[in-house]
């Protein structure tokens, strides 16, 4: 789906695919850098993270592994709740792994706080972040974000995975959702 395909819902496009294609492309090319010699793992958060791994996985050139979480966050909703559950766990272990977690995007970084914090208890040999998109609120909390794909405002943004009430993560562009769509 292309943001000409759903006129009207988007009050302004961010990020068109091929600039996100160049960015993912840069992101690998640092992470084939940091980890040349290693094999990490790379663990994606559902449903989110589904289109930046499978991008940023391909373009890599080092040998890597995926493996998944799923995790509560929004609901259907456009406000972070705070509340995270673990709804899916890995199927590897991590233990003296290279971890690399894969994430779509982050806001208060709640989510992210609590899913590292229990990755680094399950003792990997290291533990980094690589996030497509990154909010002003995920300055205030004490993360370490080794790869950023792109610094955005503080508005709900849908497309490249993100979803609103499960719909535009097949938008191939990123933008602003009009609040029309939700109020
Ligand atoms: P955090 O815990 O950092 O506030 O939120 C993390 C999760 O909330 C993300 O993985 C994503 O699922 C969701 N989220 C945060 N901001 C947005 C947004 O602008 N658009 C969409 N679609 N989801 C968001």
Same mark, same amino acid.
């Given at each position: 789906?292309?943001?000409?395909?759903?006129?009207?819902?988007?009050?302004?496009?961010?990020?068109?695919?091929?600039?996100?294609?160049?960015?993912?492309?840069?992101?690998?090319?640092?992470?084939?850098?940091?980890?040349?010699?290693?094999?990490?793992?790379?663990?994606?958060?559902?449903?989110?993270?589904?289109?930046?791994?499978?991008?940023?996985?391909?373009?890599?050139?080092?040998?890597?592994?995926?493996?998944?979480?799923?995790?509560?966050?929004?609901?259907?909703?456009?406000?972070?709740?705070?509340?995270?559950?673990?709804?899916?766990?890995?199927?590897?272990?991590?233990?003296?792994?290279?971890?690399?977690?894969?994430?779509?995007?982050?806001?208060?970084?709640?989510?992210?706080?609590?899913?590292?914090?229990?990755?680094?208890?399950?003792?990997?040999?290291?533990?980094?972040?690589?996030?497509?998109?990154?909010?002003?609120?995920?300055?205030?909390?004490?993360?370490?974000?080794? #790869?950023?794909?792109?610094?955005?405002?503080?508005?709900?943004?849908?497309?490249?995975?993100?979803?609103?009430?499960?719909?535009?993560?097949?938008?191939?562009?990123?933008?602003?959702?009009?609040?029309?769509? #939700?109020?």
């Amino acid at each position: 789906m292309r943001s000409q395909d759903i006129p009207g819902d988007l009050s302004e496009i961010l990020f068109t695919e091929a600039q996100i294609k160049a960015r993912v492309q840069e992101m690998a090319a640092e992470i084939d850098r940091d980890y040349a010699g290693k094999e990490p793992l790379l663990v994606g958060v559902l449903n989110g993270a589904v289109m930046v791994m499978a991008d940023l996985y391909r373009a890599l050139t080092i040998h890597a592994q995926m493996d998944w979480m799923a995790v509560s966050s929004y609901g259907s909703g456009t406000q972070s709740s705070g509340v995270v559950r673990i709804l899916k766990d890995l199927t590897q272990d991590v233990v003296g792994r290279d971890v690399l977690v894969v994430e779509d995007i982050v806001d208060t970084g709640l989510t992210l706080t609590y899913l590292l914090e229990n990755l680094a208890s399950r003792g990997p040999k290291s533990l980094k972040l690589a996030a497509m998109f990154r909010k002003p609120e995920a300055n205030k909390v004490h993360i370490d974000m080794a #790869y950023v794909g792109f610094d955005i405002p503080n508005k709900f943004v849908v497309g490249y995975g993100l979803d609103y009430d499960g719909r535009y993560r097949n938008l191939v562009d990123v933008g602003i959702l009009d609040p029309k769509v #939700y109020s």
